[in-house]
């Protein structure tokens, strides 16, 4: 799918999930083998439920065919990011500030790339992690990745 489309989606996915008291954290457009997929991501503080999933699916899936060209067919899939997704921007490390963090290096720092603790600050593009040693910063720039820690 090109970007202009993409970015139509988005533009849309947005406003539905709003509009039904959620929050877009992503979409894309993948193909797997002969199938292509179009996902769209969904937040709402407290978690996101299947009635969350079908209310999005049914207003996108009407306003999509009508507004916006997919060419070919697609499976159109709405959930939750879960729990230890990637950070994306800068509202997830607002949101997810004072919680147990995984954070990856593309470079090794004092010979380590994975690093982990609570997230204690995120400012300027640099992200600041509590570890059993001290504090410690990151530029978001040198990170691979980011996310949660489920811990029981």
Do not use: W
């Amino acid at each position: 799918m090109a970007g202009k489309n993409i970015s139509a989606v988005e533009v849309l996915a947005d406003s539905v999930a709003k509009a039904n008291g959620l929050e877009l954290t992503g979409v894309e457009f993948v193909k797997e083998g002969t199938e292509k997929f179009l996902r769209i991501f969904i937040y709402k503080s407290g978690g996101v439920g299947i009635d969350d999933c079908v209310a999005v699916h049914k207003e996108l899936d009407k306003q999509i065919d009508e507004l916006i060209d997919i060419p070919g067919p697609y499976t159109m899939e709405v959930s939750s990011p879960g729990y230890e997704r990637a950070f994306k921007n800068t509202a997830d490390y607002k949101r997810f500030m004072g919680e147990e963090i995984e954070l990856k290096l593309y470079k090794p720092l004092n010979d380590k790339k994975k690093f982990t603790g609570r997230l204690t600050g995120f400012e300027n593009g640099v992200i600041s992690i509590e570890t059993e040693g001290g504090t410690m910063k990151f530029k978001e720039e040198e990170t691979a990745k980011v996310n949660r820690i489920f811990k029981i």
